[in-house]
């Protein structure tokens, strides 16, 4: 009667805790799949470089099909927020700086135009240079020196082409065909001990006249012609400076209406005679 018992326990014991192996190909990746019961316990792969089976069993490390919620403690802030305020301040009182930088430099364009352009000119140009200009830079950051010194380098160049468009109007209106002005006197001087001196003192007249780029005078009987390129407007004198192969050419402002033309003078090429055509009205 015991040895039954016996034998009916250790029949119970290997049906309760026996073991079913299976083994399976995996196609997708390549590799003999191990299971216990239904739960892979391992797997292998073969190594082409050696030519050997490797085997991997998953019991001996922790299970990665296992979801596990891990604790990682308490949410730390590693922001230093005293510094990020510092840098904040610090880049807007350089941005403050710079747009500051790039206004002294468009006042200073100006300033350099205010004595070589008329007012009207030089108001153009400074709607044309915000309009055509500032409007359509792209948006920069302006407490990098990089882009500040970029936009100032735009401005200045679009400072640049409108003068000259804007002199080129000038030098178109200057240069309209214009009636023959007849001349009253003429007065030379030299550049006499750092002074100019008069030596001549001419009232036999003649005529001018402007046409397509030249000035064309006439003293006595003998017409000249001089080709100009228009400089600057001197806005003391109120006279339109010119460069030609000759010398300089200076004309009162009244010469782009036309009429009311006062005075014109000559200038050698090395200023050191000028020739005062005073006109008759």
Known sequence: MKNIFLYAL???SVFCFSQNYTERYNEGLERYEYFNNG??????TYQSYNQTWKYTDLTA????????SLDYGKTI???DVDLQGRTATLKQQKYNTN??????YMDHIYDGLQDKLPRETLNTMKSRLYNEVCLKLPRLDFSIDSNTNYACQMILDGAYKIR???IDKLA???NDPKETIAIDYIVEYSFINNDWKTVNYDTTGGEVTFEDNHILFKRGSAWKDRKLTLKYFNTKEKMYIYD???GEVHTDETVISGSNISKIIFYDKDKSNKYCYFLKH
């Open 244 to 246: 030609s192969e000759f």
């Open 10 to 12: 250790l029949f119970c």
């Open 164 to 166: 000259n468009e804007e």
């Open 99 to 104: 747009k500051e930088k790039i206004q002294n």
């Open 77 to 79: 802030n590693t922001q």
């Open 39 to 44: 739960v892979m316990i391992g797997y292998k």
């Open 61 to 68: 490390q922790p299970n990665p099909y296992t979801n596990k």
């Open 172 to 174: 178109s209106l200057i």
